[in-house]
C-alpha cells in the first residue's frame, strides 16, 4: 500500500469511528480540559473550541505547559483528556501523573491498547483500527477528533465520512484542473482564529507530505509583514471568519494581485479564488474534519506530482519511531 491508497481509506474509517458512543462521565463534566502534545495538542485545542461553539466549557492545555507551571486548574469535577495517538509521549504521560495526583479524573484516547496512558487512566477510548499501517499521519488526526467529539457529546452530522470522501475527490479535481503544472515554493495556511490549531496541523501535514516550505498566519495578521512573501509560486488555502468575512475576502483578493493561487474554503469566494465546497455547517465538527481531510489529500497530490516517496521519508521514520 502506497501513502495515496492508505489516504483514501478516511472515509471508511471514519465510518467506523461513527460507531463509538458518548462517554456519560464526559459528558456530565463541568469541564473539560484537553491535553496532548505536538499535533496532539493541536486537536486538543480545536476540541475545546468545537465545544464552546455547542455550549461546552472547555479548554486545552499543552502538556509540556502543565509540567513546566503547574495545574492551576481549580475547579472541582473538571475532567482531563489526554490525547496521544501511541499513548506514550512522554511529556503527555507525565502530565497525566500530574493531573490524577492532584485528584482529577482522567480519560485517554488514542490508537493503541495497553499503552502507558491506556493503563494509568481512570478511563479510556481507543481505536486501534485507526494506527495507521505507513509512517505518515493520514487518517489518525481525523479518526481521533472524530472520536472525541463523539465522547463528549458533540453533535456530528451522520454524513460526515461522506463529507470526507467528497473532500478528497475534490483535492484530486482542484489539483488536476488548476495546479497541475504550478511550481508551488510555498503553502501557506491562513484562517480566522476558531481554525488556527487546525490550521497549524495542516502546516505540518503540508511540510511532511510535500517537503515544501509550509507555514500558518491568521488571516488579518497576514497583512502585516509576512505578505511581502506571496508571489506566483506561493499556493495559499484560506478559511475566512464569520463575522470577519468581509475583510478575509480583501486579503484573499490582495493575495490574488500578487499572483498567488489562493483556495478559499469559504462562502462568497472572491473573484480569482479556487472555490472549495466541502457543503458542511461552519464552524462544526464535520467542516473540521472535511477542511484536515482535503488539505491532506491535497498535499499528497503535490507531493506525488514532486516525486517525494512519503513513505519513506527518512527524518519522518526516525522521529515517529522515537514516539
Not at 492551576?72 to 490525547?83: D, M, N, T, Y
Not at 488555502?237 to 483578493?253: F, N
Amino acid at each position: 500500500m502506497d501513502y495515496r491508497e492508505e489516504l483514501l481509506r478516511t472515509p471508511q474509517i471514519l465510518e467506523r469511528v461513527m460507531e463509538e458512543k458518548q462517554e456519560a462521565a464526559l459528558t456530565r463534566a463541568p469541564l473539560l480540559v484537553f491535553c496532548g502534545c505536538g499535533t496532539s495538542f493541536y486537536l486538543c485545542s480545536q476540541m475545546a473550541g468545537l465545544c464552546g461553539v455547542q455550549g461546552r466549557r472547555a479548554l486545552a492545555v499543552e502538556a509540556a505547559e502543565l509540567l513546566e507551571d503547574g495545574i492551576r486548574i481549580r475547579e472541582q469535577g473538571a475532567f482531563f483528556l489526554f490525547l496521544s495517538r501511541s499513548g506514550a509521549s512522554r511529556e503527555t504521560v507525565l502530565a497525566q501523573r500530574a493531573a490524577q495526583e492532584a485528584g482529577f479524573s482522567t480519560f485517554y484516547l488514542g490508537c493503541t491498547a495497553g499503552s502507558p496512558l491506556d493503563l494509568a487512566c481512570g478511563s479510556s477510548r481507543v481505536i486501534p483500527f485507526a494506527r495507521e499501517a505507513l509512517v505518515l499521519e493520514s487518517y489518525s488526526s481525523t479518526a481521533q477528533l472524530l472520536c472525541l467529539a463523539l465522547c463528549c457529546g458533540l453533535k456530528v452530522s451522520p454524513r460526515t465520512p461522506d463529507l470526507a470522501r467528497a473532500a478528497l475527490e475534490q483535492a484530486e479535481a482542484i489539483y488536476r484542473s488548476a495546479l497541475t503544472g504550478m511550481e508551488i515554493r510555498r503553502m501557506i495556511c491562513l484562517g480566522a482564529p476558531f481554525y488556527l490549531p487546525l490550521l497549524k496541523e495542516l502546516m505540518l501535514k503540508n511540510g511532511e507530505i510535500t517537503q515544501k516550505f509550509s507555514e500558518v498566519w491568521g488571516l488579518l495578521e497576514f497583512r502585516h509583514g509576512p505578505r511581502s512573501w506571496a508571489d506566483r509560486d506561493c499556493l495559499v488555502t484560506a478559511v475566512p471568519g464569520v463575522r470577519t468575512l468581509a475583510y478575509d475576502r480583501r486579503v484573499a483578493e490582495e493575495l490574488v494581485s500578487y499572483g498567488c493561487r489562493v483556495l478559499w474554503c469559504g462562502p462568497e469566494p472572491p473573484a480569482g479564488t479556487l472555490a472549495v465546497k466541502l457543503e458542511a455547517a461552519v464552524r462544526s465538527v464535520e467542516e473540521c474534519l472535511a477542511l484536515l481531510t482535503f488539505q491532506t489529500g491535497l498535499a499528497a497530490e503535490i507531493g506525488r506530482a514532486c516525486g517525494v516517496d512519503a513513505d519513506h521519508l527518512r527524518h519522518v521514520v526516525d522521529s515517529v519511531g522515537e514516539l
